[in-house]
T-cell receptor
Framework: GDSVTQTEGPVTVSESESLIINCTYS????????LFWYVRYPGEGLQLLLK?????QKGSSRGFEATYNKETTSFHLQKASVQESDSAVYYC??????????????FGSGTKVIPCLP | NAGVIQTPRHKVTGKGQEATLWCEPI?????VFWYRQTIVQGLEFLTY????????DSGMPKERFSAQMPNQSHSTLKIQSTQPQDSAVYLC???????????FGPGTRLTVL
C-alpha cells in the first residue's frame, strides 16, 4: 500500500531560524499522487497548509514552501524564519489524483514543531 | 460558514455498548470522509461518500463498524459492541466537487472503558 514517512518529532527550533520537515512517500498504486501538508494548531482542527498536484512544482503558504520531487519521492516542508505562531503539528499526506474530486488521504505520523526563544 | 460539525465532541462508552458518531459536512460539499486517529496507528482512512453514495470503505474494520450518509447534510459512523481498542479520535472531513481539499471537523474523542 501507500505510505508517508516524515521527520519524527518533536522538533525544537529557535525563533527566526529555518525549519525543514522531511517527507518521503511511497505510492505503489499511484504514478503521480497529489501531495499535501496539513497543520493542526493548538486547540484547532486539522487544516490544509498547502498542496501540489504536479511533479516539479512548488507550493507555498504562510511562509512555508514544499516542492514535489518525483525523482526522490519527497515533499519536504521548509520555512526560512520560524515564529512562535508556527507552533503546531504538521502532517504530510498523499492522495490519488481524481479529476474534480478529492480522494482518501494517506497521512504521515505528524511532526510537532516547538519554536523557542533564541 | 460553520465548518464541518461533529457531535458529540467526547463520548465515553462501556465495553460492548454501541456508539454513533455524527458529522455534518459543509453545505454544498459533495464528499464526506471518515478517519481515525490514535497514538499508535496515527491518522487512518476509514471510508468515504461522494454525493451520498459509498465510494470506498477499504479502511473500515469489517466487523462492528458501519457508516451511512442518508442525506447530503449528515453522515453517521456507528460502532457496535465497542472495544477498548476502538478508543480514538474520529475525524470527519468534507470536500467540494472541485479542488480536492478536505476540510476537517474538530473530531469526536471516543473512549471505551
Amino acid at each position: 500500500g501507500d505510505s508517508v514517512t516524515q521527520t519524527e518529532g518533536p522538533v525544537t527550533v529557535s525563533e527566526s531560524e529555518s525549519l525543514i520537515i522531511n517527507c518521503t512517500y511511497s505510492a505503489t498504486s499511484i504514478a503521480y499522487p497529489n501531495l499535501f501538508w496539513y497543520v493542526r494548531y493548538p486547540g484547532e482542527g486539522l487544516q490544509l497548509l498547502l498542496k501540489v498536484i504536479t511533479a516539479g512544482q512548488k507550493g507555498s503558504s504562510r511562509g512555508f514552501e514544499a516542492t514535489y520531487n518525483k525523482e526522490t519521492t519527497s515533499f519536504h516542508l521548509q520555512k526560512a524564519s520560524v515564529q512562535e505562531s508556527d507552533s503546531a503539528v504538521y502532517y504530510c499526506a498523499l492522495g490519488a489524483p481524481q479529476t474534480g474530486f478529492a480522494s482518501a488521504l494517506t497521512f504521515g505520523s505528524g511532526t510537532k514543531v516547538i519554536p523557542c526563544l533564541p | 460558514n460553520a465548518g464541518v460539525i461533529q457531535t458529540p465532541r467526547h463520548k465515553v462508552t462501556g465495553k460492548g455498548q454501541e456508539a454513533t458518531l455524527w458529522c455534518e459536512p459543509i453545505s454544498g460539499h459533495s464528499a464526506v470522509f471518515w478517519y481515525r486517529q490514535t497514538i499508535v496507528q496515527g491518522l487512518e482512512f476509514l471510508t468515504y461518500f461522494r454525493n451520498q453514495a459509498p465510494i470506498d470503505d477499504s479502511g473500515m474494520p469489517k466487523e462492528r463498524f458501519s457508516a451511512q450518509m442518508p442525506n447530503q447534510s449528515h453522515s453517521t459512523l456507528k460502532i457496535q459492541s465497542t472495544q477498548p481498542q476502538d478508543s480514538a479520535v474520529y475525524l470527519c472531513a468534507s470536500s467540494p466537487s472541485t479542488g480536492g481539499e478536505q476540510y476537517f471537523g474538530p473530531g469526536t474523542r471516543l473512549t471505551v472503558l
